[in-house]
């Protein structure tokens, strides 16, 4: 079995900053991409922002300059720092791994941006 446990989720104010992590533990056999994506309500999940092992980095247009992914391999964990939060960043997100042994899903972070 493969845990994915993330954290970091909560409500803040429009402007402001969280942090999110991701830890994935069991039987993993390798990581090759580690990723977030979101879902806001009424809408399709969406890529937010994935990186290689090598540290390869992919945005979504909406967040570049904003969001910045970050993994730390050896403890088998990937970061989402956002920063400039606007209302239209609020979904649940979720963490994403491509393994050597399939992919796998975290069970989501709710994000609110609100005043």
């Known amino acids: 079995q493969v845990q994915l446990v993330e954290s970091g989720g909560g409500l803040v104010q429009p402007g402001g900053s969280l942090r999110l992590s991701c830890a994935a533990s069991g039987n993993i056999f390798s990581i090759y991409v580690m990723g977030w994506y979101r879902q806001a309500p009424g809408k399709q999940r969406e890529l937010v922002a994935v990186i290689t092992t090598n540290g390869n980095t992919n945005y979504a247009d909406s967040v570049k300059g904003r969001f910045t992914i970050s993994r730390d391999n050896a403890k088998n964990t990937v970061f989402l720092q956002m920063s400039s939060l606007k209302p239209e960043d609020t979904a649940v997100y979720y963490c994403?791994?491509?393994?050597?042994?399939?992919?796998?899903w975290g069970q989501g972070t709710q994000v609110t941006v609100s005043s």
């Open positions: 994403h791994v491509l393994g050597g042994r399939g992919d796998y």
